[in-house]
């Protein structure tokens, strides 16, 4: 049996890098702040190379996670290529 090992493409970047809110729109700072009143928290932000950041937070009381779009709207995040809808 071979295992197979995966690198982490963060390499020594954090999961939520300081200063985080500059690499934010206004809309998804405020879905944000808006959901940690719920609980939630804020999980990490993708940033791939010439690409918009990929801002996730996590609801702790039900294990479910979010994606956070430009425009502050919510869709369920289980990966970036999966098929995914807005609410």
Same mark, same amino acid.
């Given at each position: 049996?071979?295992?197979?090992?995966?690198?982490?493409? #963060?390499?020594?970047?954090?999961?939520?890098? *300081?200063?985080?809110?500059? /690499?934010?729109? +206004?809309?998804?700072?405020?879905?944000? &702040?808006?959901? #940690?009143?719920?609980?939630?928290?804020?999980? *990490?932000?993708?940033?791939? /190379?010439?690409? +918009?950041?990929?801002?996730?937070?996590? &609801?702790?009381?039900?294990?479910?996670?979010?994606?956070?779009?430009?425009?502050?709207?919510?869709?369920?995040?289980?990966?970036?290529?999966?098929?995914?809808?807005?609410?």
């Amino acid at each position: 049996m071979v295992a197979e090992v995966f690198k982490d493409k #963060r390499g020594r970047q954090p999961e939520v890098p *300081f200063g985080y809110e500059s /690499l934010l729109t +206004d809309a998804q700072r405020h879905a944000i &702040d808006s959901s #940690r009143n719920f609980g939630w928290s804020l999980h *990490f932000i993708r940033r791939p /190379l010439f690409q +918009d950041p990929t801002v996730v937070m996590c &609801d702790a009381n039900h294990g479910k996670c979010w994606q956070v779009l430009e425009d502050g709207k919510l869709i369920p995040f289980n990966d970036l290529r999966g098929s995914q809808k807005p609410l």
